[in-house]
Nanobody
Framework: QVQLVESGGGLVQAGGSLRLSCAASGRTFSNYGMGWFRQAPGKEREVVAAINWSGSSTYYTDSVKGRFTISRDDAENTVYLQMNSLAPEDTARYYC?????????????????WGQGTQVTVSS
């Protein structure tokens, strides 16, 4: 089992920045690919960014490319999502997820463990 706890969400004005953190415990963190997903009210959950086991490969959905950066610190068992130039359409609950296997994946069904999420609200 892997337990994931997100933090760092909050209320920010458009154009501002937030850094989300996801602390993992339970199994060897470095064996897992990691992802950030988000779900806005009335919408389906969507992938935001993903990273492979070593950090050498990443994926970003088109709407966040150039604004968000995913990274991981295996010594701290933590994955981060740095979010810059935030816009109201980024408002959502953000979830961290872990997948067995070391590859990067954008597919929700590939992920085995999920956190409870952290709310990000961007005001215009």
């Amino acid at each position: 089992q892997v337990q994931l706890v997100e933090s760092g969400g909050g209320l920010v004005q458009a154009g501002g920045s937030l850094r989300l953190s996801c602390a993992a415990s339970g199994r060897t963190f470095s064996n897992y690919g990691m992802g950030w997903f988000r779900q806005a009210p009335g919408k389906e959950r969507e992938v935001v960014a993903a990273i492979n086991w070593s950090g050498s490969s990443t994926y970003y959905t088109d709407s966040v490319k150039g604004r968000f950066t995913i990274s991981r610190d295996d010594a701290e068992n933590t994955v981060y999502l740095q979010m810059n130039s935030l816009a109201p359409e980024d408002t959502a609950r953000y979830y961290c997820a872990a997948k067995r296997g070391t590859a990067v994946s954008r597919r929700e069904e590939d992920y085995n463990y999920w956190g409870q999420g952290t709310q990000v609200t961007v005001s215009s």
